[in-house]
């Protein structure tokens, strides 16, 4: 993976020059203001005014890996940004092996400053960056599934919320040898940070993550809400190496005997962990209900239980992606079988349209190279209808009966089978 530190990439100059018009000045933010540009962002997410601990925490990370960029009214009252955003490169699982991924978060436009294209301009700025800095995809996790479609994201890699009836769904005949402890939320904060690392590849869609992300999952960090009702357990397998680690928590139900297991984060290397890891969840006394969001859309949850209509899954759209350079994402991959289409893809910002062959022919793996003049495409679709199928959650033909893909149906099975994969996508953070 290429090393490409997200703080030395400058500020767009097309947005910069377009905010610059309505009065706006847009910048990377560093050193002090980095604390009114974190306090900006809390009141953009809703939260409450940060604690100086909190902003400490925050401003650390931002330090260290991240590039905070923020648009300022010079006429605003407060010295606060009227809105913020923040990048960095993360690793990203894809089929095969992994890619670095522009990665957006604290995206926040000021409730005073709405509706006036400031969103817009940041990130068809970012888009721009990260694609001048030489990133083939950008990613973000959302906060609402109508804002980011228009600048060619869609979302990628799903994830299920689990809720168990754990009285009707019991436990079935699935007896794991591995053992299940308790540990501190210190060990269990260290148990999934080396869990993810060495597990995160295997799932297409996830990312890899940072040391105060799991510290946070364990309750270790400032602002968790009743940090101290967090518990942790580690799995250990017969050789007593560490295969699972999970954090959760046990909140009030309708009575004593039917509290609610919230699970935090689950992390298992092996079948069997994960299925230690549920048993111990789902048979956990005085508890009637256990949750997990963020687990797989296959999770086999549901064939290790005693009564299937006791665990309930819900999919929903957690990772959404946005490729940058179609020919470099294309050749980041692998592909199944032996296949040979002609693409065109278009994009409502004018980034990464245009017109391939894209063919894969024996083990040279695939070839992605500009229509010939004359060459007509077979398959045409969007960069967000790409995006969407890139790592293998939907299938092209499901797009097609959306109308975002359109051409010749066998060649669009052919891409189509092409980029299935045999795991589920599934990010299992937020970021
Ligand atoms: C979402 C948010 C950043 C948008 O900022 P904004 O500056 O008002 O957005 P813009 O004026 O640039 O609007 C850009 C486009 O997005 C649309 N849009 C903006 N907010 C939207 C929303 N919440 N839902 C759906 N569409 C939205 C606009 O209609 C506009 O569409 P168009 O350009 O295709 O006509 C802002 O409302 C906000 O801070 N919300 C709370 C925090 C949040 O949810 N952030 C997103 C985190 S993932």
Known sequence: MSHIDARTVPVDETSRARLAEGGLDY?????????????????????????????????????????????????????????????????????????????????????THRRRGIARAMLEGELRAARDAGLAIAGLT??????????????????????????????????????????????VAADLEELHERTFAERPGDVRAWTNRWRQRAGLVEGVDKPRQIRGVRAIDESGALVGAMAFRVNDGESFSSHVLEISHLVAATPDAHAALWRFAITYDLVSTVRADLQATDDPLPWLVADPRGV??????????????????????????????????????????????????????????????????????????LSAAYLGSVRLETLQAAGRVAGDPEKIAALSDALRVRTAPRLSIWY
């Open 312 to 385: 309930t899954l819900r999919p929903h759209d957690h990772g959404w992606l946005r490729i940058l350079d179609v020919p470099a994402a294309l050749r980041a991959r692998s592909l199944s079988g032996a296949f040979g289409v002609r693409l065109r893809v278009t994009d409502p910002i004018g980034l990464a349209d245009g017109a391939w062959t894209v063919a894969q022919m024996g083990a040279d793996g695939v070839r992605v190279e500009p229509l010939a003049d004359g060459e007509r495409a077979e398959v045409t679709l969007d960069i967000g209808a």
């Open 142 to 187: 959302v906060s609402e599934a109508t804002i980011y479609g228009r600048y060619g994201f869609a979302p990628a890699a799903p994830a299920s919320e689990i809720t168990v009836d754990t009285r009707r769904a019991g436990w079935g005949a699935t007896d794991p040898a591995v053992r299940v402890l308790f540990v501190e939320r210190e060990q």
């Open 27 to 111: 910048r990377i933010v560093s050193g002090d203001a980095l604390d009114d540009f974190l306090r900006s962002s809390a009141r953009g997410f809703l939260g409450e005014e940060p604690t100086d601990a909190e902003i400490a925490a925050e401003r650390e990370l931002f330090e260290q890996t991240r590039r905070a960029i923020a648009v300022y009214d010079p006429t605003a009252a407060q010295p606060y940004p009227v809105a913020t955003e923040a990048s960095w490169v993360m690793s990203l699982a894809i089929p095969g092996g992994r890619m670095p991924m522009w990665a957006i978060s604290d995206v926040t436009v000021s409730a």
